[in-house]
């Protein structure tokens, strides 16, 4: 099968630094990729390369088998489900209209939209009393949650999340991650997910993905990372994750 | 409390006179409001959106914001004129730093990743622009249009200085003629009309607010009412300029009683006279200086002008000025500007030494060389602007060798104060100064002809003569009919009478039997 992101050989460099370099990677479609790594890894980078938020200085990125840079960016994005750190609602908009943002970006029924915003209020295990609600009104939880909700509402192949649970409390965190999971696992969309917490990448990963100063240094599913670590780097990863 | 009371009665008596002021105010704010909203948020927009050109535009938008109003209203005069038009384009660019600043402010100050988060679900610019930006921007733009709102009320005021109308005209009309209540009348009623405008936008603002869940309705009603304003804006002044089909003349004048009033004795005679409709321009700021362009570009077709001013301000002559040199004056206007001068009404309002009753009578002063022989003794005052300028008091000095004992600076309105209490002996004044004909003064012949000859006459453009010859009969009926004593008096009775410019004009007709009905 044809993986649905591809990297190959990939290279991005900001000024003198030298952020990725080498960068080959293929993600099979419904893969759960939890990214992780030391701060200035590039495991960002890599992320937003997929929606072209970053675009490689040399080498390619195919999206279902597509040249992104040949693509219509704006079109790709809309169709790849993107949540950043802390979730980042338009404070602008009510509930509402933050999940239906991408909806109407893309068409202008109104009735289709509303589906939409009602299924995933629901998969994201959110009251609809808070539609009309503004993001400033509600808890740290309840913003992922519409974050989540929001990155979703298109029905997206592909999840982009960038430590999407970085600034919740650890029982929220802990809410959370069951509800990504179990939405993985209910529509088997692809996730890219980008965490600085080895215990998040272990518990949420059906691939886990270690990168160390713009390289992999392993990987594969969480089980082969536990058993057989492959560098030191990731031998103090794992043994960080039993304390 | 009598101030009171005087505003009062003025509001009341000349309600019609204030509610059209009121109504240009609101109508010139207004429209430079929406000038420079549209003008300023689009700038805004565009240097937030390319970075690169917000310092060059900023830049220069701080720079004019420093130049000061009466300034930028001399720079503008050459290029639009006088009037409403260069008042809106002045207060338009006044009200584009708050406007663009508070955009520019607004739109850069928006979370990074807010517009990350946009980007990265697929908004294009536009939308990310339409949607995010501007939004979240709104409460920072908002309170910018509020001050500029407040600020371009306000400063509409001195719209008046150059023709244009507005409450201004009533706090520079009771500044030239001396009625402190129609200044403060004016005054308040700009602070008022800006507090409740403020008030409003206030209101609306809160009922807009995101918090109010009813706001579609609110934005729904506020738009129509701003449309619906534009609209009540742009007929009535349609209306207005739909005067302009018939036979029209334009009168200035400039910002002195005796002028105000003549502008009335012109427009209700030629109005009675003939069928021509006159606009009058009362009291424009700076004079001469400011109507002689409007003259020249078609703005206005006549103004009364003083022939010394016509003969060394206009015509660029040093030296006195005497009467011998009337038709050299007119046939110099003629060959420059097509303009000529017609129906001098009499009076001379020219510089003259005064003294008082009591000091003319205990040494005998009936002329300016009597006072030669006793200046040692006398106490002379003036208000500043005497002293300096080149045919003022130094060259006085010379020519009648006066040494006086002591020298004053006086503030103009207080000098018969002054001479009467006895503080100074000695002044300039006008000849047709309204105190005149009642102070206790005598005023002394300029024998040695040293004070140029400042009658009265009109000037007029020779094309509007031409098309409108009826406007000849009308001039000639005024010729000789006023004497300095008689301009004196009816200054009086306006700046210190409180009466109104145009009840003296129609008295003054009347007694002079050149109104119609009064033939009878």
């Known amino acids: ?243 | 409390m009598d101030l009171l009371k005087e505003m009062i009665d003025l509001i009341i008596g000349r309600k019609e006179f204030f509610l059209n002021l009121l109504w240009e105010h609101f109508y010139i704010s207004f429209s430079s409001i929406v000038i420079a909203s549209v003008i300023g948020i689009t700038l805004g927009i565009v240097i937030s959106e390319y970075r690169g050109s917000s310092k060059i535009i900023l830049g220069v938008i701080n720079f004019i914001y420093t130049i000061p109003s009466i300034a930028l209203l001399g720079i503008l005069i050459p290029f639009s004129g006088i009037g409403n038009v260069t008042a809106m384009i002045a207060l338009s660019i006044y009200a584009l730093l708050p406007m663009v600043r508070n955009t520019f402010t607004g739109i850069t100050n928006v979370d990074e990743r807010v517009i990350e988060a946009a980007r990265g679900m697929g908004s294009t610019r536009f939308q990310i622009l339409y949607k995010i930006k501007i939004p979240i921007a709104l409460p920072v733009i908002m309170s910018g249009f509020r001050n500029m709102v407040t600020m371009t009320i306000a400063l509409a005021g001195i719209a008046s200085f150059i023709g244009a109308g507005g409450l201004g005209t009533a706090i520079y009309r009771g500044i030239t003629t001396n009625n402190t209540a129609m200044t403060l009348t004016g005054s308040l009623m700009i602070a008022i009309l800006a507090l409740v405008v403020d008030g409003m936008l206030g209101f609306f603002e809160k009922m807009s607010g995101r918090r109010n869940r009813k706001k579609r309705k609110v934005r729904i009603i506020l738009c129509g009412g701003m449309i619906a304003l534009l609209i009540i804006g742009i007929a009535g002044n349609m209306i207005r300029s739909n005067q302009n089909s018939e036979k029209i003349v334009r009168i200035a004048t400039k910002p002195v009683t005796e002028q105000y009033i003549i502008g009335e004795i012109l427009k209700e005679i030629i109005e009675q006279d003939t069928d021509i409709t006159v606009e009058l321009t009362q009291g424009i700021g700076g004079g001469t200086s400011n109507i002689m362009p409007g003259m020249q570009s078609g703005e206005f077709d006549m103004y009364p002008e003083y022939t010394c001013t016509g003969w060394n301000l206009v015509l660029g002559h040093t030296g006195v000025y005497d009467e011998s040199m009337y038709s050299k004056l007119r046939k110099e206007y003629e060959e420059s500007y097509d303009f000529t001068w017609k129906g001098q009404m009499g009076f001379s309002n020219a510089y003259a030494l005064a003294v008082s009753k009591e000091v003319a009578e205990k040494y005998g002063l009936k002329t300016c060389s009597d006072l030669q022989k006793v200046s040692g003794q006398l106490v002379f005052g003036a208000e500043y602007d005497f002293f300096e300028r080149p045919d003022g008091y130094g060259k006085m000095c010379e020519i009648y060798g006066f040494t006086f004992k002591n020298v004053r600076d006086v503030d103009i309105g207080l000098k018969y104060q002054a001479v009467n209490e006895g503080k100074i002996d000695v002044m300039d004044v006008f000849t047709t100064d309204g105190q005149l004909s009642k102070a206790q003064v005598v005023i002394l012949e300029d024998d040695k002809g040293y004070f140029s000859s400042a009658k009265e006459g009109i000037v007029i453009r020779r094309e509007v003569l031409q098309k409108y010859p009826e406007l000849e009969t009308v001039f000639k009926k005024l010729e000789n009919t006023v004497d300095n004593e008689a301009m004196a008096e009816m200054n009086y009775q306006v700046e210190e009478g409180k009466k109104d410019t145009k009840d003296v004009a129609h008295t003054f007709l009347l007694e002079k039997g050149l109104l119609k009905g009064a033939e009878e």
């Open chain 1, 1 to 243: 099968m044809e993986p649905i992101i591809k990297y190959q050989d990939v290279k991005k460099v900001y000024g003198e630094k030298t952020i990725v370099e080498h960068f080959n990677l293929s993600i099979e479609k419904g893969e759960f990729l939890t990214i992780i790594g030391s701060s200035g890894s590039g495991k960002t980078t890599i992320l937003k390369m997929v929606n072209g938020l970053i675009i490689p200085d040399e080498g390619t990125v195919f999206v279902e088998g597509k040249d992104i840079l040949k693509e219509d960016l704006i079109q790709l994005r809309r169709n790849i489900g993107y949540a950043i750190q802390g979730s980042v609602l338009f404070p602008n908009m009510t509930v509402e209209k933050n999940i239906a943002y991408v909806p109407n970006l893309l068409n202008d029924k109104k009735e289709k939209t509303n589906q939409a915003v009602q299924k995933w209020i629901r998969i994201a295990g959110l009251e609809e009393e808070l539609l009309n609600r503004y993001p400033d009104e509600l808890s740290g939880g309840q913003q992922q949650r519409v974050g989540i909700a929001r990155a979703l509402a298109a029905s997206p192949e592909i999840l982009l999340m960038d430590e999407p649970f970085g600034a919740v409390d650890e029982i929220t965190r802990g809410e959370l991650q069951r509800e990504i999971k179990r939405i993985h696992e209910e529509t088997n969309i692809t996730i890219l997910f980008v965490t600085h917490d080895i215990n998040e990448a272990m518990t949420l990963g059906s691939k886990v993905l270690v990168m160390n100063a713009g390289a992999i240094d392993q990987y594969g599913t969480p089980e082969e990372i536990m058993s057989l670590p492959k560098t030191d780097f990731v031998r103090k990863l794992v043994a960080n994750s039993r304390k």
